[in-house]
């Protein structure tokens, strides 16, 4: 069972466009994490949103919590080659004994020159 | 800093083999994890630590075994090495229960 939904699974842009990819679950998280990975490197982090509403922003991304802490989405505004990657959210919940972190399928985001 | 160290790189194992692959930190984060990355998955979740000498299950769990004697390290072990353990492995450590991972840069592993 998946936690977390990301959509869409590839994306495809010219430079400069702008795009958004949402992530979407059932469950409440108590925070929210994205990253970015590019191949044959693990994940790094974008940033982490706590509170429900919250919007972060890093250069030209933008990150929403979702106000029942369930969703988020990734925002970014004229892309660039160097946004190509594989894009991931994940969420901390409390689940069995402590908290864990699990991760969405994954947005592939490719920005053509 | 040296950060999240997994080794080793690449490894090929036979089937029914075992082995141990790797995982250090040197930020003294509290919250270490284990991942197994497959085409179309995701990452998903094989076992999880919040501190020495406390580990639990994640999604994935069968067909591995860990322990966190100290605060550094935090070991992944195949028992029985199958076909469908082919995967690329990371461990990541945070500070915070809320996440907000480091991670190693993976150990991709074939079984044949």
């Known amino acids: 069972t998946q936690l977390l939904e990301q959509s869409p699974q590839f994306l495809s842009i010219q430079e400069g466009e702008n795009l958004t990819v949402y992530c979407n679950s059932s469950?409440?998280?108590?925070?929210l994490q994205w990253y970015r990975q590019e191949p044959g490197e693990g994940p790094v982090l974008l940033v982490t949103?706590?509170?429900?509403?919250e919007v972060k922003k890093l250069k030209r991304l933008t990150f929403q919590f979702g106000d029942a802490r369930k969703d988020s989405s990734l925002h970014i505004t004229a892309a660039q080659p160097g946004d190509t990657g594989l894009y991931l959210c994940?969420?901390?919940?409390?689940?069995?004994?402590?908290?864990?972190?699990?991760f969405g399928t994954g947005t592939k985001l490719q920005v053509i020159p | 800093n040296a950060g999240v160290t997994q080794t080793p790189k690449f490894q090929v194992l036979k089937t029914g083999q075992s082995m141990t692959l790797q995982c250090a930190q040197d930020m003294n984060h509290e919250y270490m994890s284990w991942y197994r990355q497959d085409p179309g998955m995701g990452l998903r979740l094989i076992h999880y630590s919040v501190g020495a000498g406390i580990t639990d299950q994640g999604e994935v769990p069968n067909g591995y075994n860990v322990s966190r004697s100290t605060t550094e390290d935090f070991p992944l072990r195949l028992l029985s090495a199958a076909p469908s353990q082919t995967s690329v492995y990371f461990c990541?450590?945070?500070?915070?229960?809320?996440?907000?991972?480091?991670f190693g840069s993976g150990t991709r592993l074939t079984v044949v």
């Open positions: 469950s409440v998280f108590s925070s």
């Open positions: 994940a969420g901390s919940h409390h689940s069995g004994g402590y908290q864990k972190v699990t």
């Open positions: 949103v706590v509170t429900g509403g």
């Open positions: 990541a450590s945070s500070f915070s229960r809320l996440g907000g991972y480091t």
